[in-house]
């Protein structure tokens, strides 16, 4: 069994060091160097991953053996909306993927939000992520495509899908 584990800001190193070789892995062919250096830079920082923290972002890590080897992070999507929950980030190292770590992951977070009356779990994927597969295989639907002007003249272009918590009741 694969533990799994909220982490805090002691573990931002682990956290980048992960979305590095994830992002290098599925984004190479959907995005340029430049944008994914950008996003690298503007998502997963130091300082923007204490403030994602700080504003209530609950990270986990999943380790076998004493490695980190998936990561993902979920919070509350709005305080006008606090039976929707976001998930913000879900990443597996490329040598780990396909070994259900990323159902362990989504599972640790339904059991986690469903204590706080959760009814649906959102999230954004790239429209070219090969992840959708994934995604679609455990429940999530599209709901909409959205197109994110991120700065820099670069745009993420999502869709946005949901997974109802009520089919795990």
């Given at each position: 069994?694969?533990?799994?584990s909220?982490?805090d800001?002691?573990?931002?190193p682990?956290?980048q060091d992960?979305a590095?070789?994830a992002?290098?892995?599925?984004?190479s062919?959907?995005?340029?160097?430049?944008?994914?250096k950008?996003m690298l830079?503007?998502f997963?920082?130091?300082p923007?991953?204490?403030?994602?923290?700080?504003?209530g972002?609950?990270f986990?890590?999943?380790?076998?053996?004493?490695?980190?080897?998936?990561?993902?992070?979920?919070?509350v999507?709005?305080?006008?909306?606090?039976?929707?929950?976001?998930l913000?980030?879900i990443?597996?190292?490329?040598?780990?993927?396909?070994?259900?770590?990323?159902?362990?992951l989504?599972g640790?977070?339904?059991?986690?939000?469903?204590?706080?009356?959760?009814?649906?779990?959102e999230l954004n994927?790239?429209?070219?992520?090969?992840?959708?597969?994934f995604?679609?295989?455990?429940?999530?639907k599209?709901?909409?495509?959205?197109d994110?002007?991120?700065?820099?003249?670069?745009?993420m272009?999502?869709?946005?899908?949901?997974?109802s918590?009520?089919?795990?009741?």
């Open positions: 069994m694969i533990p799994v909220k982490v800001i002691e573990s931002i682990v956290i992960l590095e070789k992002w290098k892995a599925a984004y062919s959907i995005i340029s160097p430049d944008q994914m950008y830079d503007l997963y920082s130091e923007s991953l204490k403030k994602q923290m700080q504003d972002h609950q986990i890590i999943a380790k076998e053996k004493g490695k980190a080897v998936g990561f993902a992070s979920y919070a999507k709005s305080a006008g909306e606090p039976h929707t929950y976001r913000h980030k990443y597996i190292a490329p040598d780990q993927q396909g070994k259900g770590i990323g159902k362990l989504i640790f977070i339904i059991n986690d939000i469903s204590t706080h009356d959760a009814t649906s779990l994927v790239n429209r070219q992520n090969k992840a959708m597969d995604y679609s295989k455990i429940g999530f599209v709901l909409r495509e959205e994110i002007n991120i700065g820099n003249g670069f745009f272009n999502d869709y946005v899908m949901s997974l918590l009520h089919i795990y009741s």
